[in-house]
DNA sequence: CGCTTCACG
DNA sequence: ACGTACGTGAAGCGA
């Protein structure tokens, strides 16, 4: 029996009907009225997908190689579901208490500073108290109204510190509704242990997405994150948590996929790549301070996602026409990286679709656009894919070989989560070195080539802990 | 249910 | 003149 369906088939040769309408498809394109039997419906399903997508070879080689791959990773995603992770549910409600407490105190500091009562979780009418009742200065203007923002607000807190303590009560009750209620709402109240749905097909780039609960944006950090994140713990003390994240994952496909020899290069030496663009930006011999090489490191990662000098100037906080002297110094001193973007937008004008260093596609019917907004958007889409989709497709293979690796010993540890660039597992202490070897090693050994990707291993008594 | 906001990589 | 960084999911509001 095999696991294809026919949503993995769309998904991968489509760029559009990801949520394919099974029946109306069978009916139109084959005359087929498919079972009203669920059960029966879910064979014919497996079995028509399996047909179209292996049997009318109409699909690409490397296509086949992924959908092979997201066939054979179908069991190990549910059984990742099937485990789910522990939480500490009695220490996540405690931590909870004090976040009230603290929002509480910050809803009234708010009402004493502005003189009434008023609901701060309606950016509507937060935007009446601020721009009609206290005069305040608009920026951006949305369909309804003006944004109360984070960014609209920490410009307004320059001079009015009531917007200060709006974003700090934001802050808690973000906290607050989605991390611990939101959690202890979802905990199995018998093995207490959370269990999420990870969407195989939903992702435009090839990654996985998460929800019910969505465990990939789980806040990180210090303070209240750090405490929700070490309520994610083994339920034994037999295991520790091990945390195993790709090092800077998407800039090191960056280089390779571009050839750029100076990015090259700097990986290679082991150089910091932020300190690296940091002395390109701002001179060789300059000091880089954590300041300078903050910008830089935006720099870097806007490149990935092609951004501008407008959407940079937000991001570090200065001019436009600085920022674009940025991004141009940047494109000067990697010139690989130009080349290359030009050789993506090229092949998605020409073909219609972008790939990955797999073959995985994206059909971007934008980059055709009379419109140039829609073009530009589309573009900046074209060159994102190739990067983030590998870095999925990298991942992905990963795991179905840690998967596989697991399964041959009879282990008692066991792979939790995927966060992107990062899988959580627990751990047993007499397996822990062991592990922590293998799973860097096969990590580590999924992506050719002579620049070797990194892979960070932390262990520790739960997620927290876990991260170094 | 659309809009707004914000958590993550 | 306009809009402006990729990819997600969840919560609260208000109609
Ligand atoms: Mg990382």
Same mark, same amino acid.
């Not at 195989?200 to 992702?203: E, F, I, K």
């Given at each position: 029996m095999s696991f294809l369906d026919i949503r993995h088939y769309k998904y991968l040769t489509s760029s559009i009907d990801r949520n394919l309408d099974f029946s109306a498809f069978m009916d139109f394109e084959h005359h087929y009225q498919v079972s009203e039997n669920k059960h029966e419906y879910s064979i014919e399903r497996s079995y028509f997908s399996y047909k179209e997508s292996l049997v009318e070879n109409t699909v690409d080689s490397s296509i086949q190689s992924i959908m092979d791959m997201e066939s054979k990773l179908i069991p190990i995603f549910a059984q990742m579901e099937r485990t789910g992770v522990y939480v500490d549910e009695k220490k996540l409600r405690d931590i909870g208490e004090d976040i009230a407490r603290e929002s509480k105190n910050k809803e009234l500091e708010i009402y004493d500073l502005v003189g009434e009562r008023f609901n701060i979780n309606s950016a509507k009418q937060v935007q009446v108290i601020l721009f @009609?009742? #206290?005069g305040i200065p608009v920026s951006k203007k949305i369909k309804t109204g003006y944004t109360v923002d984070n960014e609209a607000l920490s410009l307004i807190g320059q001079k009015y510190e009531i917007a200060n303590i709006i974003l700090q009560y934001r802050t808690l009750e973000k906290l607050r509704s989605t991390y611990i209620d939101g959690l202890l709402r979802v905990i199995n109240p018998h093995t207490k242990r959370i269990h999420t749905t990870y969407n195989? #097909?939903?992702?435009s780039t090839g990654r996985l997405s998460s929800e019910s609960p969505n465990l990939q944006n789980i806040p990180s950090g210090s303070g209240y994150p750090a405490r929700i994140k070490s309520?994610?713990?083994? %339920?034994?003390? %037999?295991f520790s948590f091990l945390v195993a994240d790709y090092s800077q994952v998407e800039l090191r496909i960056l280089a390779s996929l571009s050839g750029d020899t100076s990015l090259i290069e700097t990986f290679v030496r082991g150089e910091d790549i932020h300190t690296r663009t940091a002395r390109f930006l701002f001179g @060789?011999?300059?000091?880089?301070?954590s300041e300078l090489r903050r910008i830089a490191k935006s720099v870097n990662f806007g490149v990935i996602y092609g951004i501008t000098g407008f959407g940079l100037s937000k991001v570090i906080n200065t001019s436009p026409a600085e920022a674009t002297k940025y991004i141009d110094t940047f494109y000067a001193m990697y010139p690989g990286v130009r080349a290359y973007y030009q050789s993506i937008l090229d092949g998605a004008n020409k073909n219609g679709y972008v790939e990955t260093f797999y073959g995985r596609r994206r059909y971007i019917p934008g980059v055709r656009d009379s419109n140039k907004m829609i073009r530009a958007g589309a573009e900046r889409e074209a060159i994102n894919m190739p990067i983030q989709g590998t870095a999925a497709d990298i991942i992905k293979l990963a795991m179905l070989r840690i998967s596989n690796f697991l399964k041959e010993g009879t282990y008692k540890s066991r792979m939790l989560l995927q966060v992107h660039d990062e899988l959580v597992f627990e751990v047993h202490e007499s397996e822990k070195d062991m592990m922590e070897k293998q799973i860097r090693s096969i990590m580590e050994g999924v992506f050719p080539g002579p620049l070797k990707l990194l892979v960070d291993i932390h262990t520790g008594a739960n997620w927290s802990e876990a991260k170094g």
């Open positions: @009609e009742k #206290l195989q #097909l939903g992702a309520c994610f713990c083994p %339920e034994s003390s %037999e @060789e011999d300059a000091t880089i301070t």
